[in-house]
C-alpha cells in the first residue's frame, strides 16, 4: 500500500463526543486535524487562517446547515465530505455528488469517503 | 196614244197638274213642309216651310235639283243617303209611296233635323207616273224627347239589373217577374231557375212569406223585414226585405222587394254575442278577483270571487271604492296610482297592496288595472284584476328566511363556503372565505374563486380558470382530492382542500355551484413538523450512536480494565440516557438544569445532605443539556471515584448564577469538600478532554478546572444565547 499523505483536516462537528472520535479516526489514518469547530463562524475563521487539504463537515451545525461553507470550500477547491446523522437525502442538488458518511461510521468508512474525495489518491 | 177629245171628267186636271197648276197659297196652306217633283224626279214645287226644314230655298226653274232640296240626307243611324236614293227617287221611279219614314237632313250650315216623311206617287188617268208629292215635318224634338226615355229607361234597368242590393218583382200571385243578378248571386240560381217560380218556394218559413205577401197585398210596405231564403247549394241565407207594392187604378199590380243579405251581419252579431257571453262566464268563474270601476274608483261591476277575496257581499262592494277596501297604509300610494292611471299618465298598472276584510283579517293582493278609453282616447272605466297572493306572500317570505337561515348558517360555518353562478361570478361568500383568503371577494365580479392567488401544491402558478370549481362549472360535476394553495394579498400562502359541486335547478340544468374550501395549513404544518421530528430523531439516534461510538472506544482506551470499563461505560451511557428523558419529557425542547443535575448526581449521593444545589430556573437547549450532562457526568463519576463523593465525608456543592449585563451567561461552581486529597492527574485523561471539548468548543465557554487539595473546583461560564433559547 503506498505511503498515504498526510492531509491537514477542519473538522466541523458540533458534539464534542463526538469531534473526539472522529479526531481519534483522522489521527488514526494519519491525517493532521488543524481545526476542529462546533461552530460555523469558527470554520470560517479555520479557512481564512489556514488552508486545508480536507474538511470534514457535520451537516446540520447547531441548528444550521454547513452547506454554505461546502460552497465556499469548493469554490476554494478544498476537498470535502460529509458527516451526517440524517443520512445521504437532503443534500441540495448542487451538492449530491460529494461523499457523505452516515455516522456513526466505522475508521474504513471514514477512509473510503476521504478517498472519494479524490484527495487520498491525489 | 192620239188625243181625244175628253168629257169634263176627262177634262179634269191630274193631281200632279192640279198641284202644278195651284197657286202658291195653296203650298203655302198646308201645315207641313211640301214640296213636288215632276216624272223625272226635278223639284218643281215647295212651300216655305219646306225652305226653312232644308235651311235653302232651291233655284225655281232650275231644274238642277232632284228629288229632295236638302243639302244633305242620311238615314237615322247617320250614314249618308244620296239623293238619288232617297225615298221621293222611288216614288217617281218605282212609283212606291212612304209613310212615316224618318231621314236626317243636314243643312248648308251643319245643323242636322229629323224629318218624317211621307210621299205619295202622283199619277194621271192612265196611271202613268207624272210626279210625286213629300210632305216632311221637322221631328228633332221629339226625337231627342224619344232618346232622353231610353235613356232613362236603359239608367233604370241598368240600376235595375246592377244594383248591389238583391231586387225583384213579383206577381200579384206571387209569381217572380224578374230578379236582377244580385239577387241571383245572391241565391246562386240562374235567371230561368228563378224568374217565374213562386216567390214562396225560396222562402225557408212559409209562415213568414205568407205574412210578406199578405202585408204587399194590402198595401203595406216592409221595411227590413228578416226573412230567411235557401240559396240553390241548400245554405240558408239571413235577408233583410225592404218592399211596397205597385197599385194602379187602386188594384194591386205588383211587389218591388228589395233583398239585403245580411247572413254575415248576422254571424258577427251572433259571432259577438257568443264573445259577450263567453265574457260574462269567464267573468263569472275566474278565480281572480275581476271588478270595473268608474273614474272615482267606484265599483260598478264586480265578480263572486272579488267579493270572495274581499270577504264582502256583492251589494257591500258595490257601495265601496277602490280606496276604501285598501288597508289604510297602502291607501296613498294606491290611491296615486289610480290618479295617474285615470288621468292617462299609466296605462296601466300592477301593485301589491293589503285589504283588511270586515272580520279583520288582512289579505295581500296582487292588482293589475288597465283602463278602457273611448274613441277619442278619454278614460271610460277601470277594468282590475284582483289575486288574494296572501299564501304566495306567506310562502315567499318563508323561503326568503329559509334562504336567509341558510346564509347565517353559512357564514357561521368554520369552513370557507361560496356560490357562483353558472359562469362562475361569486354570489355568496362567508366570513370563513374571507378569513382564509384575506380579502372580501367582489360579489358579481370575482370569478371561480375567492382567493386572491392560486398555486398547485407545487408551488406553480394556477390560473383561476383553471381552479377546481372552474373545472366542476365546466364539467357539470363535483371535483374531489385536488389540493392547491391560496395566496393571501399579505403574501401568506394557505394550503387547502377545495370541494366543488355544482348547483343544479329542478330541471337538472346547471345554475352555479357552491365550494368549500378546508384549510389545511395546520395538517400540512403537523406533517412537515412530523417529518423534522422523525428526521430530527433519525439525527439524534445517529448523533447518539456516534457519541456512544466515541464513549465506548475512549473509555476503552483509558480503561484500567474491563470492570472499570463496565462501570465508566455504563456511568456515561445511563447519564446520557437520563438527558434524553428529560429532553424526550419536553418534547426534546428544553431540559430544566436544576433536574438534569439530580439526575447525574443521583446515583452517587445516597444521602441528600452531601449535596447542595441551587440556583435560579433555567431551560437548558437539547444541545446544551446533553453537552452539559457529559461534563457534569465525568465530573460525578470522577468525585466518586476519586473525589469528595468517593468518602462518606465528602461534600458537593454546585451552585449556578445568571450574570446579567451586555453577555449574559450561566455561571457554575462545582465545588468538592471533604474528599482524599487531590493530586493533578498526571495525564490529562477523557474525562478532562471531553469536559473541555463540550464547555470550551461546543458551549463556547470558558472552563476553569482545579485540583485543589481540598478537592476539585470546576468554575463554568457559558453564554446564555448558547445554553437557551433566548
Known amino acids: 500500500m503506498a505511503e498515504r499523505p498526510r492531509l491537514r483536516v477542519l ?32 470554520a470560517q475563521r479555520a479557512i481564512e487562517t489556514a488552508t486545508p487539504d480536507l474538511a470534514v463537515l457535520d451537516v446540520n451545525v447547531a441548528g444550521e446547515t454547513s452547506f454554505d461553507l461546502a460552497r465556499r470550500l469548493a469554490s476554494l477547491g478544498i476537498p470535502f465530505l460529509f458527516s451526517t446523522g440524517y443520512g445521504d437525502s437532503g443534500l441540495p442538488a448542487d451538492l449530491q455528488d460529494r461523499p457523505v458518511l452516515a455516522k456513526p461510521f466505522t475508521l474504513a468508512d471514514l477512509r473510503n469517503a476521504i478517498a472519494r474525495t479524490g484527495q487520498a489518491s491525489a | 196614244m192620239s188625243s181625244v177629245p175628253t168629257s169634263f171628267a176627262d177634262r179634269a186636271l191630274s193631281e200632279y197638274d192640279a198641284l202644278v197648276a195651284a197657286a202658291p197659297s195653296v203650298l203655302e196652306a198646308i201645315p207641313g213642309a211640301v214640296y213636288l217633283c ?164 225560396f222562402h225557408v218559413d212559409r209562415p213568414v212569406i205568407d205574412d210578406i205577401l199578405h ?12 226573412a230567411r231564403l235557401r240559396a240553390k247549394d241548400g245554405s240558408i241565407r239571413h235577408v233583410q226585405i225592404t218592399s211596397n207594392s205597385r197599385f194602379e187604378d187602386g188594384a194591386f199590380v205588383n211587389t218591388r222587394c228589395f233583398t239585403l243579405d245580411v247572413t254575415d251581419l248576422n254571424q258577427a252579431l251572433e259571432a259577438r254575442r257568443e264573445s259577450d257571453r263567453r265574457l260574462a262566464a269567464t267573468y263569472e268563474a275566474a278565480s281572480a278577483g275581476i271588478a270595473e270601476v268608474d273614474e272615482t274608483g267606484r265599483y260598478v ?6 267579493c270572495a277575496i274581499l270577504g264582502r257581499s256583492r251589494e257591500e262592494v258595490l257601495a265601496l271604492d277602490l280606496i276604501a277596501v285598501t288597508h289604510p297604509d297602502d291607501r296613498a300610494e294606491e290611491a296615486e296610482r289610480y290618479r295617474r292611471q285615470r288621468c292617462g299618465e299609466l296605462p296601466a298598472y300592477r301593485a301589491e297592496k293589503r285589504t283588511i276584510r270586515p272580520d279583520g283579517t288582512i289579505v295581500s293582493l296582487e292588482v293589475s288595472s288597465s283602463s278602457v278609453l273611448d274613441e277619442a282616447g278619454r278614460f271610460r272605466y277601470g277594468v282590475r284584476v284582483m289575486q288574494d297572493v296572501t299564501e304566495r306572500k306567506r310562502m ?42 384575506g380579502r372580501e371577494p367582489e360579489l358579481g365580479s370575482d370569478q371561480w374563486c375567492v382567493t386572491w392567488k392560486l398555486y398547485w401544491p407545487d408551488g406553480t402558478p394556477m390560473p383561476h380558470d383553471q381552479c377546481p370549481m372552474a373545472t366542476a362549472l365546466r364539467e357539470n360535476r363535483p371535483v374531489r382530492g385536488g389540493e392547491a394553495i391560496a395566496e ?80 465508566t461505560f455504563e456511568a456515561r451511557i445511563v447519564a446520557l440516557a437520563r438527558a434524553h428523558d428529560l429532553l424526550t419529557k419536553r418534547s426534546w425542547m428544553s431540559a430544566p438544569l436544576d433536574m438534569l443535575l439530580h439526575d447525574v448526581i443521583a446515583p452517587y449521593s445516597q444521602r441528600g445532605e452531601r449535596l447542595q444545589a441551587g440556583g435560579p430556573a433555567l431551560e437548558l437547549n437539547p444541545r446544551a443539556a446533553l453537552s452539559l450532562t457529559m461534563v457534569l457526568t465525568e465530573l460525578a463519576t470522577n468525585a466518586a471515584k476519586y473525589g469528595a463523593l468517593s468518602v462518606p465525608s465528602g461534600t458537593l456543592s454546585v451552585t449556578w448564577t445568571l450574570s446579567s449585563g451586555s453577555d449574559p ?3 457554575m461552581d462545582w465545588i468538592e469538600r471533604g474528599g482524599p486529597q487531590v493530586g493533578a492527574p498526571t495525564r490529562r485523561g477523557f474525562g478532562t478532554r471531553l469536559i473541555q471539548r463540550c464547555i470550551e468548543r461546543d458551549l463556547d465557554g470558558e472552563l476553569d478546572l482545579r485540583f485543589e487539595a481540598q478537592g476539585v473546583r470546576c468554575r463554568i461560564r457559558v453564554p446564555l444565547s448558547l445554553c437557551t433559547h433566548g
Not at chain 2, 215 to 226: E, I
Open chain 1, 11 to 42: 473538522l466541523v462537528e458540533d458534539e464534542g463526543g463526538v469531534a473526539l472520535l472522529i479526531e481519534d479516526m483522522l489521527e488514526q489514518l494519519g491525517h493532521e486535524v488543524i481545526a476542529s469547530v462546533a461552530h460555523l463562524s469558527r
Open chain 2, 38 to 201: 215632276d216624272a223625272e224626279g226635278w223639284l218643281v214645287r215647295w212651300n216655305a216651310e219646306a225652305v226653312t226644314l232644308w235651311g235653302r230655298d232651291p233655284e225655281p226653274g232650275d231644274r238642277k235639283e232632284r228629288f229632295c232640296g236638302s243639302h244633305k240626307l242620311r238615314l237615322v243611324d247617320g250614314t249618308p243617303l244620296a239623293h238619288q236614293d232617297c225615298p221621293m227617287a222611288d216614288a217617281v221611279r218605282l212609283g212606291s209611296s212612304t209613310r212615316n219614314a224618318e231621314v236626317v237632313i243636314e243643312r248648308p250650315d251643319g245643323s242636322r233635323i229629323t224629318a218624317l216623311v211621307n210621299i205619295r206617287p202622283l199619277r194621271d188617268r192612265d196611271g202613268r207616273i207624272q210626279g210625286a208629292i213629300n210632305c216632311f215635318q221637322d221631328i228633332s224634338a221629339h226625337k231627342a224627347l224619344q232618346a232622353d226615355i231610353l235613356r232613362k229607361n236603359a239608367d233604370l234597368e241598368d240600376f235595375f239589373e246592377n244594383s248591389a242590393v238583391g231586387l225583384h218583382i213579383v206577381s200579384k200571385d206571387g209569381t217572380i217577374l224578374r230578379a236582377n243578378r244580385a239577387e241571383l248571386d245572391l241565391l246562386g240560381y240562374t235567371a230561368e231557375e228563378y224568374i217565374g217560380r213562386h216567390i214562396a218556394d
Open chain 2, 215 to 226: 202585408r204587399l197585398s194590402c198595401g203595406d210596405g216592409l221595411d227590413r223585414y228578416p
Open chain 2, 301 to 306: 261591476r264586480v265578480n263572486d270571487a272579488l
Open chain 2, 396 to 437: 315567499q317570505e318563508q323561503i326568503r328566511r329559509h334562504a336567509e337561515r341558510l346564509h347565517e348558517l353559512l357564514d357561521a360555518l368554520p369552513a370557507a363556503i361560496y356560490t357562483t353562478d353558472a359562469d362562475g361570478r361569486i354570489t355568496f361568500y362567508n366570513r370563513a372565505a374571507v378569513e382564509l383568503a
Open chain 2, 488 to 567: 393571501r394579498p399579505d403574501g401568506r400562502r394557505i394550503p387547502f382542500v377545495p370541494y366543488p359541486t355544482p348547483l343544479r335547478d329542478e330541471d337538472g340544468k346547471l345554475i352555479g355551484a357552491i365550494n368549500m374550501l378546508v384549510d389545511i395549513s395546520d395538517r400540512k404544518e403537523a406533517e412537515a413538523r412530523q417529518k423534522v421530528l422523525i428526521d430530527e430523531l433519525n439525527h439524534r439516534v445517529k448523533n447518539t450512536l456516534a457519541t456512544v461510538q466515541s464513549l465506548a472506544l475512549q473509555t476503552v482506551k483509558h480503561a484500567t480494565d474491563l470492570r472499570d470499563f463496565a462501570t
Open chain 2, 665 to 667: 451567561a450561566l455561571e
